[in-house]
């Protein structure tokens, strides 16, 4: 476990314990792997919108 600084169900700014690898790695909460999900479809998204307006 490592010590984490941030947001977490609506409380701000605050020191955390939370599960990483043995290279401090953090592991995803539950919320995150939902914002990456989104964050990488949008970057396909918007891929595609380029591809198109070059072709």
Do not use: S
């Not at 999900?37 to 891929?47: D, F, G, L, V």
């Amino acid at each position: 476990m490592v010590r984490w600084q941030g947001a977490f169900k609506g409380v701000d700014d605050v020191v955390w314990l939370r599960w990483a690898t043995l290279n401090d790695t953090l592991l995803p909460i539950d919320c995150e792997p939902i914002k990456q999900e989104h964050q990488r479809a949008e970057q396909k998204r918007q891929r595609t919108y380029y591809f198109w307006q070059i072709a």
